[in-house]
């Protein structure tokens, strides 16, 4: 069992950056690939990062990352912009990464990211 934390979001003007954590509890967490997926409204929740991969809208501006030692993989955010506003969730399956979320089995909360123009 895997439980998962988002924290990090918040306002930020076109151009700015942010950094998304996703803290996770087990002792097993390394063998857990884990990915960012998000959701704008009334929009379906879409595949971000994962380890190796990134969505073609976030090539070159975000950037996943992993610390084993304190369970927690973040997402580096720069040059946001108005369209990456949405609710960003941190998802972890056991084995290897996938893009797709309904690989997916242990997701967090969500975190808002807002970006203004």
């Known amino acids: 069992q895997v439980q998962l934390t988002e924290s990090g979001g918040g306002l930020v003007q076109a151009g700015g950056s942010l950094r998304l954590s996703c803290a996770a509890s087990?002792?097993?967490?390394?063998?857990?690939?884990v990915a960012w997926f998000r959701q704008a409204p009334g929009k379906e929740r879409e595949f971000v990062a994962a380890t190796g991969a990134y969505a073609d809208s976030v090539k070159g501006r975000f950037t996943i990352s992993r610390d084993n030692y304190k369970n927690t993989v973040y997402l580096q955010m720069n040059s946001l912009k108005p369209e990456d506003t949405a609710v960003y969730y941190c998802?972890?399956?056991?084995?290897?990464?996938?893009?797709?979320?309904?690989?997916?089995?242990?997701w967090g909360q969500g975190t808002q990211v807002t970006v203004s123009s």
């Open positions: 087990g002792r097993t967490f390394s063998s857990y690939s």
């Open positions: 998802a972890a399956r056991f084995g290897l990464r996938t893009t797709s979320r309904l690989d997916y089995n242990y």
